[in-house]
């Protein structure tokens, strides 16, 4: 909690712009006095964002959020290739998927690069499926 309270302070602080990287790690540590480790984590990603890159990182993360979200909506009622990855069931459990994530990011920092990968690679999937199927409905 003693984290969770200083970061708090920190952005309260700083709640524009933030502190950046290193400095927020260096104020950070100066702040907790139980703890003795050489580095100290909010294991919550919005905290973390907050505390960092203030009001406009957290905007630019729910925006980038929101638009993953849009990404997988599109439902084509025609799927020609029925059994391929990204069909409309995939597309239904898309939202479940990003759901997880959030809920994950509320308890650690989602800085880890294998799903932060696998969540955009789905989603440039996803998107490239939309762009053609768009490109050749226009046909």
Known sequence: MEIYSAGWEMFLQKPITGWGGREMLFELSRRISDFQQE?????NTFLEILVQYGVIGL???????????????????????????LDSEFRALWPIFLFVYLINA????????????????IAGMLNAQNRSREVHAGC
């Open 39 to 43: 580095e100290y984590y909010f294991h």
């Open 106 to 121: 509320m308890f650690v920092v989602m800085n880890y690069q294998f799903v932060n990968g696998l969540v955009f690679s």
């Open 59 to 85: 905007t630019l993360y729910l925006v980038l959020l929101f638009e993953l979200c849009r990404v997988g909506r599109h439902v084509f009622r025609k799927n020609r290739i029925r059994d391929s990855f």
